[in-house]
């Protein structure tokens, strides 16, 4: 029986790829990549390009993400996925970081499970372990809580010592003023173990940053 497989790749690096998950994606007779934008590139797919064996079918699918062609363009996805395993076929299902870390990949699990297919889930590095090696900075320590909330939830944070502020594109002013409010230090990393990494700890630098793929890494007495 066919197997789907969903693969963290890590936050980008192709040196971060697990060699469980390269073994798998040398394993597949598919790969499957999510992109946000329709006929845009995948991070994921070009984070393991390496580890794709000659004549695997590569498709990119679209996942808008929040747009109103949203339920078509999944159900699109999730219909080539069921075609290329009732062919028989191994899917790996890739994406950006870990699969259970505010990925796609989750819905698309449930959806293969209920329909009956075996499914194999393949951890990846998670892009703020990446980036607390890259800027040498401690994520949690001793008896604390490590608190992970997006950065339209910031203003959640209550007692905890030690952040992690995930999808801060286009929140990046409301997240460092409410970071200072409350005495944070923090460190602003984006592309981490990729080309363009950027690495920020000025407040208007980061404001002024706006990428996509970025986070920030807090901590306080």
């Known amino acids: 029986m066919a197997i789907l497989y969903g693969i963290g790749v890590g936050p980008g690096d192709p ?19 999510p992109s946000a934008e329709e006929g845009g590139e995948s991070i994921a797919l070009e984070t393991a390009r390496e580890y794709i064996k000659e004549g695997t079918e590569v498709v990119i699918k679209h996942f808008p993400m929040g747009k109103e062609n949203r339920v078509s363009k999944i159900k699109e996805a999730y219909d ?48 703020f372990c990446a980036a607390a090696s890259i800027v040498d900075r401690t994520l949690v320590v001793g008896n604390n809580p490590l608190l992970i909330l997006p950065a339209a939830r910031v203003q959640d944070i209550k007692d ?51 990428d996509y793929m970025s986070l920030i890494l807090a901590s306080r007495e």
Not at 26 to 33: F, K, W
Request: charged letters at 30%; aromatic letters at 10%; a negative charge.
């Open 15 to 33: 040196e971060l790829v697990t060699i469980k998950a390269a073994r798998r994606i040398a394993d597949s007779q598919v790969v499957v990549a």
């Open 80 to 127: 080539f996925i069921e075609e290329k395993l009732r062919e028989g076929k191994n899917v790996s299902f890739l994406t950006i970081g870990d699969p259970y870390i505010y990925s796609t990949y989750i819905h698309l699990l449930k959806h293969m499970e209920e329909r009956g297919f075996e499914v194999e889930t393949i951890a990846g590095i998670p892009s």
């Open 160 to 210: 905890e010592k030690y952040v992690v502020i995930m999808k801060v594109y286009k929140q990046e002013e409301l997240v460092v003023n409410t970071l200072e409010e409350k005495g944070f230090d923090y460190v602003y990393i984006s592309r981490a173990g990729r080309e363009g990494q950027v690495i920020l700890d000025k407040k208007e630098d980061i404001i002024q940053a706006r």
